[in-house]
């Protein structure tokens, strides 16, 4: 592995990520988060892969149909992402608003999206292969990278719409958000794993279509929010 072939790994793993983060805090202007904050929940995302390789190693030597292996992934994944927002972020001051749960939760999820692209563009890189490292970086930035931002936005949107209930209640919408990310997650890298063109059409589509629904979701927090200002 080169030098020069590490770097353009890196630099295709954090611009997808950088051009979802930027929209993302264009959605955010009204109200803008503190840049030092979301650079540390895009680090703390970043963190998360290398602790999960490990566990997802494990369900892989240990699991015998794919489907398991799948979803101890899509759960090791949206778990940690999850327990890093909520080790580093989730608690301060700064997050006072309902719609912040989301914008950091995305945020996390883009660090680790980032990471991610990157030892996914290293093999074909390192091997010479730029076009097949542009093509990679490519489907990544149209589908998984929009993955875990509408995965870890469940769980936003959980914790966002039950930020006025009690402890209990903000427990449950956090568990439901987090196991509707990981049927997400599942269901996505279901249909990509079966390498035929219709399942491939039929997973972006999902994404696209949960990415729709997210847009209008977060435009209601915000309405609900911010109509008294």
Known sequence: MTLSSFGYAFLGGLLPSFIWLYFLLKEDARCP?????????FVAGMLAVPLA???ERYAEGHLH???SIL??????????????????????RAVDEAPDYVIYMITVALGFAAAENML?????LSNGHIAAGISTGDL?????TLLH???SATVGFALAFSEKSSPTKRVFAAAAGLILAIVLHTAFNALIINQGASTALAAFSLVWIAAVIFLATFEVLKYFQYRNL
């Not at 988060?33 to 929940?41: C, D, F, G, Q, S």
């Not at 996914?120 to 074909?124: D, K, T």
Request: net charge neutral; hydrophobic share 65%; aromatic share 14%.
């Open 120 to 124: 996914f563009l290293l093999a074909p």
């Open 65 to 67: 149909d794919s489907l």
């Open 53 to 55: 390789l490990p566990f």
């Open 71 to 92: 979803i101890a992934w899509a759960t090791v994944e949206e778990t940690l992402k999850y327990v890093m927002a909520a080790l580093f972020i989730l608690w301060r």
């Open 140 to 144: 990544r930035f149209l589908g998984s």
């Open 33 to 41: 988060e503190p840049r030092t904050l979301i650079a540390l929940a």
């Open 149 to 151: 931002v509408i995965a």
